[in-house]
């Protein structure tokens, strides 16, 4: 894996630069502002009606706009400097107080009462369905006071944490280990793009690459998303030319296919993607369609896809595959992803110790970059744990407390270092499946505990594997660690005030999910479903989760995947395939993978003939463009909704 000859494409894209800064300045708290009032309601709106935000845009919409103001003020943005708003954007637009917007639909759902789970759901995750709150669409009440101020404490433990165990793994494997993160440069290079913009007398292909994506983001934004806006404004029914969020196909090949979900998602975003992300997890994810697009009418005709009828559309398909038969499988491909990344690290732990650097590189980090000691990094990461910990303990007192503390010091801190190692190695994500679930059922079986509440508790389970890579890309871009602390202290109090206002705001104007919301009200019935369907594991009786888990399955999906990533090892093939099967076998809607399959191609047999192994940096800049292009047509579409919708209000 360490010498898989596409990783080292990404790994070579960048290197880290000599010198550091800051880049915090009067400009980066005014772009936190900027983004917490203007750009997160926007992205808040469009991930309820299209399903997707404008996170990547927002960024660099602020970027943008704050380039242009610096330079009629005869300055410039340092590329620190748009880091941290690249940084910051990304901490604002988390918008913390939207969760409270599922659990609003949660209580009320209909899956919650179909599954008799209405009354165990705890007044501290959201009231009553019958409470006055609900009635009136408001969070500004008395009984939202609870699960309030237990979103601020938690949020206010997270950003501490961040610079915890991440930070502390991001200094032994990349200032230790060496290991090269190959991942990282992608999303570094798009800041760097903007960075040269910002120099009149530095235009590079970057700037030009970004504005190609941002014009064609542009064109297909105003056909995608502010066409069916506008129009739903001034007709009875809006006006779509593509569908959102896909055309559906099911019912009409149920003859042909039976039991399998098909469709087409027209979403040009997704042939970017498919540019961006290595050429062999996209046809993995193809090869796993294909397989449950043969195995989904193997299955119904021998009985095993028993719960599927003819007449059912996309949602209700999957869900009732993922009941009868792949929910099982999937858990046993996670478990072997799992074995397969321990024995990974393992494997390349020998061959690159030769490589390694020396304890004296952990304590000794390079000069200017920010760092601070890693024993601090290390008292956080027990603190915070600690915190959640009590936490846990208090909201759910009849769960056994010696879970809390074996999440939080024995198996985040393994679980992390793997994935820090396969993120610093091949850039993948390692997580075993179902643990913090087996446990949970684990405390109910032979503790007696019976409920719901644990499903809801700030469980201390993490994986900062991850974090590594961010700090990785914090380091490429030649930005110090003492700026991004001093970010997080400014956005902090702006996101958690910004977020409240405008959920509050986007709820009051419709019930959510409905018409006014069609990404919302097609898919959070089938993510409720699942969702509750795992919770009934923890209650009295034969819940519908054991009839759903399948021991047999479970061990077909281990075997399944450790003999594939024999076979794939034994030929030579890049590993990365693995990934991309098991998530084509993932079972969840399928519907965009040809247009991620088409941007591969297009990327690896087109763009890359004709460019060059500098595609692969033109590829992420390219992205990030459209993304930009999108988000502008994104932002004006929610500025007509949200004005035209508050004039209605108000009249009455």
């Known amino acids: 894996m360490y010498d898989d000859k596409e990783l080292k494409e990404y790994r070579d894209l960048l290197k880290p630069p000599d010198h550091f800064e800051e880049g915090f300045d009067w400009k980066t ?26 996170g990547p845009a927002a960024r660099w919409v602020t970027i943008i706009l704050f380039a242009e103001v610096a330079k009629r003020a005869h300055s410039e943005l340092k590329q620190q400097e748009i880091f941290l708003l690249y940084y910051m954007a990304g901490a604002a637009l988390a918008s ?5 917007l599922w659990n609003q639909y949660l209580v009320q759902s209909d899956a919650a009462r179909m599954l008799g789970l209405t009354e165990y759901i705890p007044t501290w995750v959201a009231p009553a369905a019958d409470s006055l709150s609900m009635v009136e669409r408001t969070f500004l009440h008395r009984d939202w006071l609870i699960p309030i101020l237990l979103l601020v404490g938690s949020q206010i433990i997270q950003r501490i944490d961040h610079f915890g165990l991440g930070y502390a793994l991001y200094r ?11 991942m990282a440069p992608v999303g570094a290079l798009g800041t760097m793009a903007l960075a040269e913009s910002t120099e009149e007398k530095k235009k590079s292909w970057k700037w030009r690459v970004f504005s190609i994506g941002g014009v064609i983001g542009l064109v297909f934004g105003a056909f995608y998303v502010l066409l069916p806006i506008a129009s739903g404004l001034i007709f009875n029914e809006p006006i ?14 149920e003859d042909i296919l039976p039991a399998v979900a098909t469709g087409i998602q027209l979403d040009l975003g997704l042939v ?9 997890a996209v046809i993995g994810g193809l090869i796993g369609l ?27 398909t999957v869900f009732a595959n993922n009941f009868d038969f792949y929910m099982s499988f999937g858990i046993g491909l996670g478990l072997a992803i799992g074995v397969i990344g321990v024995w990974s690290v393992v494997r390349s732990y020998r061959s690159t110790k030769n490589d390694m650097g020396t304890l004296h590189d952990l304590f000794h980090p390079p000069e200017g970059r920010g760092d601070f000691n890693f024993w601090i990094s290390i ?20 769960f056994p407390w010696i879970f809390f503390l074996g999440y939080g010091f024995i198996y985040t801190p393994i679980i992390s270092y793997i994935t820090a190692r396969m993120e610093g190695i091949a850039g993948q994500f390692v997580s075993l499946p179902l643990v913090r679930e087996a446990s949970f059922i684990a405390g109910a079986k032979f503790f007696g505990y019976q409920g719901i509440e644990i499903w809801y508790a700030p469980i201390p389970i993490h994986n900062y594997g991850e974090a590594t890579v961010q700090f990785r890309q914090i380091e490429l871009t030649g930005t110090s660690i003492r700026g991004i602390i001093k970010a997080e202290i400014v956005v902090f109090p702006i996101v958690m005030v910004a977020s409240l206002l405008f959920s509050q705001f986007i709820w009051r104007l419709a019930p959510i999910p409905s018409s006014h919301y069609p990404y919302a009200q097609e898919l959070w019935h089938l993510q409720a479903l699942n969702t509750l369907l795992m919770q009934t594991s923890t209650l009295e009786g034969n819940s519908m989760f054991y009839q759903a888990l399948n021991s047999t399955t479970v061990f077909s999906g281990l075997g399944f995947g450790l003999v594939m990533y024999f076979v794939l090892s034994l030929f030579g093939l890049p590993i990365l395939l693995i990934y991309g099967v098991v998530r084509g076998l993932g079972q969840s809607t399928p519907h965009g993978l040809i247009l991620e399959v088409l941007g591969a191609f297009l990327g690896r047999y087109y763009f890359m003939k004709k460019y060059g192994p500098m595609w692969r940096q033109y590829a992420p800049v390219l992205l990030a463009g459209f993304s930009c292009g999108m988000g502008l047509t994104g932002m004006f579409a929610m500025g007509l909704a949200l004005i035209m919708k508050s004039l209605g209000h108000l009249a009455y």
Request: with cysteine; proline share 9%; glycine share 8%.
């Open 29 to 54: 708290i005014i772009g936190a502002v900027f983004i917490g009032f203007l750009m997160m309601p926007g992205s808040m709106y469009l991930q309820l009606v299209i399903g997707q935000g404008i």
């Open 272 to 280: 970017f993607i498919g540019m961006v992300l290595p050429f062999w």
């Open 290 to 316: 294909i397989i449950t697009i043969i195995l989904n009418p193997i299955l119904y005709a021998h009985g095993v896809l028993e719960r599927w009828h003819p007449g059912m559309a996309t949602v209700d």
């Open 240 to 253: 779509r030319l593509i569908p959102i969020p896909w055309i559906e196909l099911t019912q009409h090949t």
């Open 96 to 100: 913390p107080f939207s969760g409270l």
């Open 172 to 182: 032994i494997t990349s200032d230790v280990e060496k290991l090269p993160f190959p």
């Open 379 to 398: 008292a956080i990461y027990v603190c915070s744990t600690l915190a959640y910990v009590a936490l846990c303990v208090v909201l759910v007192p009849n």
